[in-house]
């Protein structure tokens, strides 16, 4: 069974994700309480409380994989392993979103962190580049999204792998970006796929990590 992922734990609150539109329903934790969660296009966001040290870019304390061994930890990122993923509820978002385009996930290493998601999640390394400005990035694919593993010259090379943003696929960026307004979103601007552009959500409004939407992908 290919390993994909289920949810992102978010220490943040889940009242941002509900003011753009998400529904914010509840999904059960191990001990039998229950969390918000949302659910955009396949990949959940649990909102839970932790004492897990989070940075001042993203409050993503761990995450949920559907796979066939049991992990607790993927290079340093809290793992916590079902054999299903959640089910589609039947209210979604207004956001538009089509897919998850990709997670990034920063590390102090690409070759440590791309080596333990080969070992342990068994997903190969597709592709290596040069980012500039001494990144490189890594890309691995799990079932419909991509894992960006970002390493950052301003990490030292011992830190371990964080999750950090998310990107989605918006049905039309233009109209998405019109609806959030300038408050909320910069202006689309052209992405590194050729053909396709790219917009931030503003850290202000506060959705707990690094959010972008993306233009659907060009076909050739």
Known sequence: MMTTIA??????????WRHLGCHVGNVQQ?????VPFVWIAGLGLRFVESSSETSVESSVVGWTLV??????????????????PHPKPESE??????????????????????????DSMHLPLKRIREAGHGMRQG???????????????????????????LVFVVADLDATVSWL????????????????????VKKEV????PVALMSPHVRQ
């Open 7 to 16: 949810d992102l734990w978010l220490s943040s609150s889940s009242e941002a």
């Open 30 to 34: 191990g001990d039998g309480s229950s």
């Open 67 to 84: 796979a066939d061994a049991p992990l607790t930890s993927m290079d340093g990122v809290p793992t916590h392993v079902t054999d299903a």
């Open 93 to 118: 978002n207004t956001l538009g979103v089509l897919s998850i385009d990709h997670i990034v996930i920063t590390t102090g290493s690409l070759d440590r962190t791309s080596g333990a998601i080969s």
């Open 139 to 165: 890309f691995h694919r799990a079932g419909p999204i991509i894992l960006e593993i970002l390493e950052r010259p301003d990490l030292a090379p011992e830190t371990r792998a964080a999750i950090w943003g």
């Open 181 to 200: 307004g300038p408050d909320a979103v910069s202006e689309p601007r052209s992405a590194v796929q050729p053909g396709r552009r790219i917009a931030s």
């Open 206 to 209: 506060g959705l707990g990590l």
